[in-house]
């Protein structure tokens, strides 16, 4: 439920803060010395509530068997918050215990790689097995997304970034730095980098579409075509708009078929 939760909050961080919350407080149980009946953690959904708490030594003992997931897709709902410092520590945290250590040091690789330490990615994805990473193509996938990352930060460090410090304000770093997280699957993150660097550069059409096909990839339609309809505005009819809202679309339709398979 947690990790389709994840997918569905990718625009929504007031969502995806109430799934943070609600995994913080299952982490919180699972270190208490006895049972506490009297302890609900929940999380809303609409008109559906999860509700969890602890009323046995037993429930205690399967819930503390389970804490490592537990810091696992706390780390991820970080990362995806853009807590990088915070996802990487519970990332380590969870590896030790993990049950499934690919999959772990993948998440743990990419935090780092969000958080823009790509050495650090690069080594915790050495630590996979070549025969781990022949059943596993995330592993290639993900290294070959780190050498473009490194290229997109080369490019906006020669323009005045510096890791670690606040982006200047200019819109081709803001650029570069959106598709870093293109690249990292963080499309609401990129988003937001894109709608300043289109504040700084109105007339730059090549933001705009950027920012309309990312706002569809993280599930977010509505502000997708209202991104297209104000490039209309700016630039007029043209036939390029119409073929980007048909793409827009069709990222749209792809995210939904990942969240409800």
Do not use: C
């Amino acid at each position: 439920v947690a990790l389709r939760l994840m997918r569905i909050a990718d625009h929504d961080q007031q969502l995806l803060r109430r799934v943070r919350a609600f995994l913080a407080g299952l982490e919180q149980l699972s270190r208490a010395a006895k049972p506490q009946p009297r302890r609900v953690v929940t999380l809303g959904l609409g008109s559906v509530t999860l509700r969890a708490r602890v009323h046995s030594e037993r429930g205690l003992l399967v819930l503390r068997r389970e804490r490592a997931q537990i810091l696992e897709l706390l780390g991820v709902v970080e990362s995806r918050l853009g807590f990088d410092a915070r996802a990487v520590r519970l990332l380590e945290a969870s590896l030790a215990a993990a049950r499934d250590k690919v999959a772990a040091r993948l998440n743990l690789a990419l935090a780092q790689a969000r958080s823009l330490d790509v050495a650090a990615a690069r080594r915790t994805l050495a630590a996979i097995s070549a025969a781990q990473r022949r059943q596993n193509p995330r592993v290639a996938n993900l290294l070959r997304s780190l050498a473009l990352v490194e290229a997109r930060l080369a490019a906006a460090t020669k323009l005045g970034f510096v890791v670690g410090k606040k982006p200047p304000d200019q819109a081709p770093v803001l650029r570069k730095l959106a598709e870093v997280y293109v690249l990292l699957k963080t499309p609401a993150r990129a988003a937001r980098l894109l709608r300043r660097a289109i504040e700084l550069q109105p007339a730059d059409r090549t933001l705009r579409v950027m920012l309309a096909l990312e706002l569809a990839a993280s599930g977010d339609l509505r502000g997708s075509l209202a991104t297209i309809a104000l490039a209309r505005q700016h630039f007029g009819k043209e036939a390029g708009l119409d073929a980007l809202e048909q793409r827009a679309r069709r990222l749209y339709e792809g995210w939904r078929a990942k969240v409800n398979r």
